[in-house]
């Protein structure tokens, strides 16, 4: 194959082993791939929470970019950073088998949870603060930024009692340690632990060469995730979760809205057959919004800064 693919990715060695893996996927294949690095804005500003940035795509747009102005010809992302309206000729190629969906709990020792003064756990993801309060109410939860390196060497050097993780991105760099703690409680974020890959919508090269690595399963189970999302969010950040899993020719969903604090939340779950997938997540998401989650979303957005 005489053209290269150039495959866009953010410098992380997260994101690095992700687009690594589509690069081995393909040349399997017999296409020629090379990787070229971006740098997007939540990686430069290492600091400021993520809400306060305007959290959707803040670590996609780049890519975006360089993919729309032919600088790269593929996009590789964690998909649940991926907004779920995509730019005007850009589509999605592929999804890759998903991994761990779990969020877990990286401490240095869990005599916290027996004791009855307030602890402090770090988490910059708005969706985790307020499932954590929901079951901790007297705790406090700190902003914490960074690539997985960086928040773990944070948790290193500060007093909290612990930090909450994806453990997929853990386990693809084995940097998942033997302490932690499974947040089997916790609804993911919806996509979480899938990997997704972005193209124009007129190449037809990078779409012939990453049909074969699309795991269908992961293709349904994120779409119903990100179509519940989409309807709910209504363009603004909110603590939302969504796991939908495959059992057969049966899907189990778990979905929820909290408010920002924690408090309040509103829960949905639902099992359904596979062959009826297609619009659940929007049915689930309207659902939810017609009992209370209209008005719970409208509080989200006026407490939100900015």
Request: glycine share 8%; with cysteine; proline share 4%.
């Given at each position: ?42 990686d430069r500003n290492q600091e400021q ?223 359904f057959s596979v062959k009826d997938f ?29």
């Amino acid at each position: 194959m005489s053209k290269v693919l150039r495959i866009g990715t953010r410098d992380s060695e997260l994101a690095l082993w992700q687009a690594n893996q589509v690069k081995n996927g393909i040349e399997k294949q017999g296409f020629s791939a090379e990787l070229v690095p971006v740098k997007s804005i939540g990686d430069r500003n290492q600091e400021q929470p993520l809400y306060e940035m305007g959290i959707t795509g803040i670590f996609t747009k780049a890519l975006d970019v360089a993919l729309i102005n032919n600088e790269i010809d593929i996009a590789v992302h964690s998909m649940k950073d991926v907004p779920t309206n995509l730019p005007k000729g850009v589509v999605q190629a592929a999804v890759l088998p998903r991994a761990n969906t779990e969020d877990i709990l990286l401490h240095h020792g869990t005599n916290f949870l027996k004791s009855e003064e307030p602890s402090t756990i770090a988490t910059g993801s708005l969706r985790r603060k307020a499932q954590w309060l929901h079951k901790f109410p007297n705790d406090k939860v700190v902003n914490l930024r960074g690539n997985v390196n960086t928040r773990m060497r944070k948790l290193d050097e500060n007093p909290w009692q612990g930090a909450i993780f994806a453990a997929a991105g853990l386990e693809r760099i084995n940097l998942k340690p033997e302490k932690h703690l499974s947040l089997d409680w916790m609804i993911p974020a919806p996509a979480q632990g899938a990997m997704v890959v972005l193209v124009k919508e007129n190449d037809e090269l990078s779409q012939q060469a990453l049909q074969k690595l699309n795991d269908r399963e992961s293709e349904i189970t994120t779409h119903i995730e990100r179509q519940f999302l989409n309807i709910l969010e209504g363009g603004c950040t909110a603590p939302i979760g969504a796991n939908a899993k495959i059992d057969g020719n049966n899907i189990h969903f778990e979905g929820a809205i909290f408010s920002l604090d924690g408090k309040k939340h509103l829960h949905a779950e639902e099992d359904f057959s596979v062959k009826d997938f297609e619009n659940k997540g929007k049915d689930l998401a309207k659902k939810l919004l017609s009992s209370g989650g209209d008005e719970l979303m409208k509080q989200i957005k006026a407490n939100l800064p900015g």
